[in-house]
């Protein structure tokens, strides 16, 4: 009896809980969230109640999470006033939207469109607005050259695969919207569907610091170019890139300033218009846009926005210039990018390239070092002469080109007698040490007269210094390549 009690007792304590753990997986199920009512609760309520320091607390976020698509707004909007393609100031290529311009020299050092340039390649640019109609884009045949075509969206992000190292062929290639479906023409390569109707095209192609190469590669640079599908035919259309119109440009100091604080929140909500919110940015959209649509409503709430703008421009944005503010450290004082043209929700990486040397390609392309100090942490100035010593052997590891880049404090360039601003692979007059390293100076003239071909001139006052390694080997990719100190010596 007591046998047949036990055995009842544990078929109803094994009944109990296999009853409770379906209660239990019931409610699990129960707890699955509700996307359609979340998405209606995802509606902000219209005329909330917002005092003064939640308004300074959503619009300081929206400055800084906004500040690149801005930029990139009123960049497009200035350039494509050109006419026709040509030269801003004799210097930095503008064309009308959906069309292309080429330089086939290095760009001049008086450039002060984008921060940083780069004197290794042939720029272009185009800006597009992929809504009106989709672009076609000419790749010649560059044979061993390293080019890349950097396609970027309104949020400075990369897409598509387009250069040397994707062995990308020539043809014709198709740039259409996120939601573009038309009819492909016959002829075309390719259809890159860009991420956002916003399109800015940069290409970059290599060229050594000779006047040979110089010569070399202008039948090629007239092959490169940009323009709305209407215009295609199948046919190379050829542009001698030597023979194109200046238009007059202002003068400034630094980088043109293309984001001005109080205008910014009355450009956002157009800007954000154009770029609908990643997965996952759902609720910072509706959070910002709340607040400016009570700006809309109440002048208290737009003057506090403005103040906002003013005040995080200089205490937040400012600051992002410095090198010391930028990047990852990367080593012997210097820091490196990442993330680069890949940014998604990096939003401090995304705003700190954007205010300092906006335009990177993404890290599998390009990677980027850069100072503002020696390797003791003092400010690099020109009354200095500084060595940075590659040992033998330990270059930037890359499969397409590396350079040292000297710039001012606003990091543009400064004209110097030399015309020089960047030392690395383009250059073959370089001179080796007897041990083989390499020992690069930047600064004043170094003391010795056979050591000017490895001299790059500081103007006046302070300066910094900047490597690039093009499409780099593993080392670089995954920062076991450190760059050299540099060591103070006059």
């Not at 607040?291 to 809309?296: G, I, T």
């Not at 906002?308 to 990018?337: C, D, M, Q, Y």
């Amino acid at each position: 009896m007591k046998a047949t009690n036990s055995i009842i007792a544990l078929i109803i304590t094994i009944v109990i809980c296999m009853s409770c753990t379906q209660v239990q997986q019931n409610d699990t199920v129960q707890q699955q969230p509700d996307f359609e009512m979340i998405s209606k609760l995802n509606v902000m309520a219209p005329n909330a109640i917002m005092h003064k320091e939640y308004v300074k607390t959503i619009g300081r976020m929206a400055y800084v999470w906004g500040w690149p698509m801005v930029n990139t707004h009123n960049r497009r909007a200035t350039i494509t006033q050109a006419p026709e393609p040509g030269k801003l100031g004799g210097v930095v290529p503008v064309a009308p939207l959906n069309h292309l311009c080429m330089l086939n020299d290095y760009v001049k050092p008086i450039q002060s469109f984008v921060a940083c340039p780069n004197q290794d390649v042939a720029y272009g640019l185009a800006m597009c607005a992929l809504d009106e109609e989709p672009v076609v884009v000419q790749v010649p045949d560059f044979g061993d050259r390293f080019w890349v075509y950097a396609l970027y969206d309104a949020r400075t992000d990369q897409y598509g695969q387009f250069g040397k190292a994707y062995g990308t062929k020539p043809g014709f290639y198709l740039l259409v919207g996120p939601n573009w479906e038309g009819d492909v023409p016959d002829g075309i390569t390719k259809v890159i569907k860009a991420t956002t109707e916003f399109t800015f095209i940069a290409p970059r192609v290599f060229i050594d610091d000779t006047p040979e190469d110089k010569e070399a590669i202008k039948p090629i640079v007239n092959q490169i170019n940009a323009y709305p599908l209407a215009k295609y035919d199948g046919e190379t259309k050829i542009k001698d890139w030597d023979n194109i119109p200046s238009f007059p440009a202002p003068e400034t100091k630094g980088e043109s300033k293309w984001v001005v604080p109080e205008l910014f929140f009355d450009q956002l909500p157009g800007v954000m218009d154009l770029v609908p919110p990643l997965p996952g940015e759902e609720a910072l959209y509706a959070s910002i846009r709340q607040v400016l649509n009570a700006a809309e409503k109440d002048p208290e709430i737009k003057k506090i926005l403005h103040e906002v703008a003013v005040n995080t421009e200089k205490e937040v944005i400012g600051p992002l210039f410095l090198w010391k503010h930028n990047g990852i450290p990367a080593g012997n004082g210097w820091n490196r990018s990442y993330n680069n043209a890949q940014w998604g929700f990096d939003y401090l990486m995304r705003t700190s390239t954007a205010r300092s040397n906006m335009f990177d390609n993404r890290p599998t392309e390009t990677q980027y070092f850069y100072t503002d100090n020696d390797s003791e942490g003092h400010q690099l100035e020109s009354q200095s002469t500084y060595a940075i010593t590659f040992p033998e052997g330990q270059l930037p590891p890359v499969n397409g080109f590396w350079s040292l880049t000297l710039y001012n404090e606003y990091h543009i360039f400064s004209p110097n007698d030399l015309n020089r601003y960047s030392l690395g692979t383009k250059n073959k007059t370089l001179i080796n040490n007897e041990d083989g390293s390499l020992t690069l100076y930047a600064g004043a003239n170094p003391s010795d007269e056979d050591k000017t071909s490895n001299w790059l001139p500081a103007p006046e006052g302070t300066f910094s210094l900047y490597i690039r390694a093009y499409w780099g080997k593993q080392a670089i990719l995954d920062g076991s390549w450190i760059p050299p100190y540099i060591e103070k010596i006059r």
